[in-house]
């Protein structure tokens, strides 16, 4: 490709909505312009990156057997209905009517468009397994669209839907797109991980997200450094700290700790370290058919964070809502921030979690204002608790798989698999004749990718000071060419282009810059833009019988023999 | 690609709602499956045709200079509200309110889109001039969806964007494109004709049709085989088809002509030929600021038939509608049957097509119920009246170019490019700065290829009664291997597999039916698809060391021996 036959448009500023590096860098190299809120035109330079991530992905699925189709963009409600999506998801499922007053929605994703398809063309089990995917665009009215491709509106997502006759081949057919998600972010040239999730609202019985890693990411990934575990936040089990409760030492007494609502506070207030101090949560679980409104009271360690996801899963918390101030003080007889197990007004529900309950000698409030207890034991003091997992793991916590401690980093999830079993196929009567004839429920597994977020968590990962550093298989060029001065240089236009002629002969992915702009601007340009090769071509390093070459990664400039350039990039390119 | 590695899905009859063709075939074969109406999923033996399709309209379009890019489908009304198609478009175009209620569409095409692009993007007659398209998802609300992909509502649009600083730049760009879409088609291996087309209410002043040619096509095309004239009915020039009047030779009298309303009536009864007789159309143009209503009198051959569009492009008629039976009683005294321009009750402006206003001894109605006047003649019995180009061609008529006389043929339109000026730059103020620093106007073209109708039209005109007969460069598959009994056969098995690896290994796009089927069910399946060369392994070829060539398109058998089969298969590819 020759600049002059390309559109190349960058910015000095990034525009004031921009919060975050990735956003600003993609708008101040021209691959994305905004058209409304969440909603971007794709300029040719961000176009190219993404048809690189889309080929890599569809070769990998293609690869992994799976086939590819399209579901259209607008489909109708009555799918949509009978999953109980139509009702269930909120206002960021986009809603549109027909001329005739129909209802459609604007696909988030296509469960219910792929049970659709498969339920009429799956009869039997000798079709089966099968495994469709496309590469679609995406909608999702986000409430507040923002960070450029990382939260936008709409997007593009590949997703894949496998469908078998049991457990057994949904499980193989999840660990077959498990290992081409792996292929698919290893040829990226991206650092990643993939960690074990919670199936959530989606349903079914095994999932994991595919990070990438970068600082700024969202999303705290748990992962053990001597073993393979890893888990999001909300999934990584967290153990007991001890193995077991030691002994009572101490009795329990009252103390004074006015003004003192933290645990911190209290734990300075006594000199006791904050590990030997228990923290209140009280939740309520409203009035159900017949069962009465409950209260429980959730304990954990001072230093520790309650993990929501976990309190939802505890035996009749599925439900679960924070009480109110007013509910507290019914219950306990004392505002927060002095709440305890011990004695409260009316009787609670306790769990404690799996580190509180082996404490011994704990400090926890005394339900009565500006009083703390000392020296609460279970058992003696209190009833034994309700045990559970009820905290995020901290780093350094026993992995659980009993390898090593576990650490955390942060990640930007773009990628996610599902089992969902029978989730969409029951609903939708998704069946097919097994050998006796009898018709079976479809397994079904969904697995996706976020496209266009892809090209915003790169970038989270890989950029300096000067711009972005793509990895060269998603680059939006490989190799860009600098001639200096082609204008006047006879010598510089000729090298040019027999070095620009060599490298597409040889398939290289190469930009010749021949707009004739000035060298700082325009290295300035392909710095910002991230093309990870550079060559330049000038009448100083020709004298010599040299080209420079410069990695948008490293910056050191390399001097090159004219005539061994194009196999010095090759060589370069097979590198990575 | 291997059959069991894909997904074939046949059947032996359409679904009730198709009516066309294509529709039944496209059903029939597996391409797509309806998932709404007017919305289609396209399947993986669908999607590998419209992939074709895209990729040589992208490879074209690259050539010829244009840049790719992606617009969203989901675009701002605020656009549309600028250039005023947000009110005048109808319900076909799909609106849609996000979760804050502001006001989307669904987009139909991108001219707001790309001129809010360039309106920031290009600055001075330096960047000029420049060409975006996309291949994107457009919807489009047809009242009535049918005929498949032929008037689907979801679909899948070339649609590029040209910018010129002045006219004859976008003279050129325009025909740069004419030309880039000239080697699309040539390049799809389908019969077409670009034929020059009435601009309409998009503006501009040019714009031609891409038709493929079919015997089912809803549009005639006009052309002249012994000169390069070609248009649409809409915009094809007829000339007056004599070229002077003859002298009067009779006097107007009044006929008895009872229960004749129709020309061809009169005629067979005064024992004349039609095309002595003249109808009458009369129209209306209703009140508006001041000018109080007309009534119009049209006056055509007794054998033409009426143009609309030239009729619209009358002085004065830009706005017409058909009279009412009461207006016509009012103003001829008569009702419709007996209408003519001699003695009307009322005032009406008489317009005579080109041909009648040489007519001399015509037939026309007398303004009297089962009345008729014969030996009309201009001048004598009634004023000269104003003349104008008012009727369809005909097979026959002289060309415009005086080259020859006109043809008529079907077509389907699935291409087409236009001239726009400054129909959009004017209302959304997309001006660049020229020489002097004066901000000017771009110049606009637009230019729209319908990526799923080109599926439809292509079957339409390549088709027989075993099914599709796809040309080589769209078709889902070059060539399918059908081997015969290849559970029982290790020379099948080997032989199969020979030909496969050296079809791959030289870069054919083959399919090997490992299905296991009976070669009837088999040859079936792939007659109904459509694929171009199939090649049949079996064991009494391969004892006479023989493999079977059939082309889908003549279907001949021809024996080649097993070593030469890639390289005649290669060969065939190569005459395509």
Not at 41 to 54: A, F, H, Q, S, T
Not at 288 to 295: F, L, M, P, T
Not at 517 to 531: T, Y
Not at 556 to 570: K, L, N
Request: charged share 25%; aromatic share 8%; hydrophobic share 40%.
């Amino acid at each position: 490709m020759r600049a002059t036959r390309f559109f190349i448009s960058t910015l000095k500023e990034a525009p004031a909505d921009a919060e975050i590096i990735s956003h600003k860098l993609m708008m101040r190299a021209g691959m994305i312009k905004r058209l409304g809120s969440g909603i971007y035109n794709y300029m040719p330079m961000g176009l190219r990156i993404i048809r690189k991530v889309e080929n890599i992905i569809r070769e990998e699925m293609n690869r992994a057997g799976a086939i590819e189709m399209l579901m259209p963009v607008v489909q109708p409600a009555e799918l949509w209905q009978e999953t109980g999506r139509w009702d269930k998801m909120g206002p960021e499922l986009m809603r549109v009517k027909d001329r005739h007053g129909r209802d459609f929605i604007i696909q988030p994703t296509s469960e219910e468009a792929i049970t659709d398809v498969v339920r009429s063309e799956i009869r039997s089990y000798r079709q089966l397994p099968v495994n469709f995917y496309h590469i679609q665009t995406k909608f999702r009215d986000e409430r507040r669209p923002r960070f450029g491709l990382m939260r936008g509106r709409e997007f593009t997502m590949k997703d894949a839907y496998s469908f078998d006759r049991d457990v057994d081949g949904l499980k193989k057919s999840y660990q077959i797109m498990y290992d081409a998600y792996t292929s698919i972010f290893q040829r990226f040239g991206l650092q990643f991980r993939a960690v074990a999730a919670d199936n959530g609202a989606i349903g079914g019985s095994g999932s994991h997200e595919f990070h990438v890693i970068a600082e700024t990411g969202e999303d705290a990934l748990v992962y053990c450094p001597t073993s393979d575990y890893a888990a999001n936040m909300e999934a990584a089990e967290a153990l007991a700290l001890s193995d077991s409760r030691a002994a009572a030492s101490a009795a329990m007494a009252k103390t004074a700790t006015p003004g003192k609502e933290k645990c911190e506070d209290v734990a300075a207030l006594l000199n006791l370290p904050l590990t030997a101090t228990v923290k209140s949560i009280v939740l309520a679980v409203d009035a159900d058919e017949g069962k009465e409104k409950q209260i429980w009271l959730l304990l954990l360690r001072g230093d520790h964070e309650l993990n929501e996801v976990k309190v939802s899963k505890v035996a009749g918390l599925a439900n679960f809502r924070f009480a109110s101030e007013s509910e507290i003080v019914e219950y306990f007889g004392c505002k927060p921030g002095y709440l305890g197990p011990v004695g409260t007004v009316k009787p609670v529900k306790v769990v404690a979690d799996r580190t509180v309950a082996n404490m011994a000698d704990f400090v926890c409030g005394a339900n009565e204002e500006g009083y703390h207890l000392t020296g609460v034991n279970w058992g003696r003091d209190l009833p034994e608790p309700v045990v559970a997992d009820l905290r995020n793991v901290v780093a350094g916590d026993l992995s659980p798989d009993g390898k090593g401690v576990l650490a955390i980093q942060r990640g930007i999830e773009v990628g996610h698999v599902f089992q969902l079993g029978t989730r969409y196929s029951e609903d939708m009567k998704a069946t097919f004749l097994d050998e006796n004839g009898k018709p079976q429920l479809l397994q079904m597994g969904c697995y996706g990718i976020g496209v266009t977020r892809i090209l915003g968590a790169a970038i989270e990962q890989n950029y300096d000071d000067k711009g972005i550093i793509w990895p060269t298989a998603i680059a939006p060029f490989e190799v860009v060419i600098c001639p200096m001065g082609m204008d006047r240089s006879e010598a510089v236009r000729t090298e040019t282009e027999n070095l620009y002629q060599a490298l597409l002969a040889a398939g290289v992915d190469v930009i010749l810059d021949d707009r004739g702009e000035r060298p700082g601007a325009m290295f300035a340009d392909w710095e910002l833009i991230g093309v990870p090769h550079r060559v330049v071509v000038g009448d100083r390093g020709l004298k010599e019988g040299k080209l420079e070459y410069v990695a948008r990664r490293g910056g050191e400039a390399v001097h090159v023999p004219v005539a061994e350039m194009a196999a010095f990039i090759q060589a370069r390119l097979a590198e990575q």
